[in-house]
């Protein structure tokens, strides 16, 4: 929440500098502009639609946020939710760095230095495993043998990788399976970094199945929110919040329509 003041009364303004972008899984195009991210900016925009617009919507992705699927729940009850791909692989790629840093304070007490290969190679260990080179897996191989003494870093990589695996899946049972493995792998870890990640898994995985099932996710929405940001660069900021919507909205349109 930020605040600015009028120079001519003094008077403090209070202006919401995030906003929520809705967009079109089909076309991609920007159907709306909320204020903030919580439920009842959403719920707001969704209750302003027409209830036929409402009742034919059939997937929506979103990120891992319960606001949004609270909305969601309450004015599209009938519409299948997924759960975003590459913010769940955040989540589980926070969790790796999460227990690199804090391996790092535990044995060595003091954060990572370039001497240390788990700190040197950091951005390798939260590379996909099966697009790594050959050159690349041995350096990988190297960090395990040489900066992994309690074995907790491979434990948490292969978490990591087990995830990937999960959300590659191209059927329920498949999903399931995946996900009983990665069950097990956590447990195998026993860091707290994994098990929050896995929690998170549980609690959305009625979205992950859905995104399995239906591929959905929120790339178009990650396409028009740099669009976004490079039409309020070229403006040098907005102070007007309308008319910076509507700028949104109507150079949206004209590029889906071209």
């Known amino acids: 929440m930020r605040y600015f003041q009028d120079q001519s009364t003094k008077a403090w303004t209070r202006f919401e500098p995030w906003m929520t972008t809705i967009v079109d ?24 639609r027409p209830l036929d617009w409402r009742l034919g ?7 891992p946020s319960a606001a949004f699927r609270k909305a969601l729940r309450m004015w599209l009850p009938r519409t299948a939710v997924a759960v975003d791909h590459f913010h769940l692989i955040s989540h589980a790629n926070q969790a790796m760095t999460e227990t690199r840093q804090n391996l790092s304070q535990q044995v060595k007490g003091r954060r990572g230095r370039a001497v240390d290969k788990a700190w040197a190679h950091r951005m390798l260990l939260l ?11 041995l350096r990988l ?3 395990f043998a040489v900066d992994n003494p ?13 995830l990937r695996a999960l959300l590659r899946t191209g059927s329920l049972e498949d999903a399931e399976a995946a996900k009983n493995e990665l069950e097990a792998l956590v447990k195998a870890a026993g860091r707290p ?24 996710t929120t790339g178009k929405v990650e396409a028009n929110n740099t669009s976004i940001k ?9 102070r007007n919040p309308a008319n910076y919507k509507s700028v949104i909205l109507l150079r949206s349109a004209v590029r889906t329509a071209a």
């Open 141 to 143: 191989e190297e960090v």
């Open 150 to 162: 309690t074995g907790a870093l491979q434990a948490v990589w292969k978490v990591k990788e087990q």
């Open 193 to 216: 970094e994994t098990n929050r990640l896995y929690r998170t898994v549980c609690r959305w995985w009625k979205e992950i199945e859905v995104l399995i099932i239906t591929g959905a």
């Open 57 to 63: 919507v059939q997937v929506v992705a979103i990120d």
């Open 127 to 137: 590379r996909a495993g099966d697009q790594l080179s050959p050159r690349a897996a």
């Open 230 to 238: 490079n039409i309020k660069r070229t403006a040098r900021g907005y």
């Open 25 to 48: 899984l089909d076309t991609g195009q920007v159907l709306g502009v909320v204020d903030g991210r919580d439920h009842k900016g959403v719920g707001d925009w969704l209750f302003a």
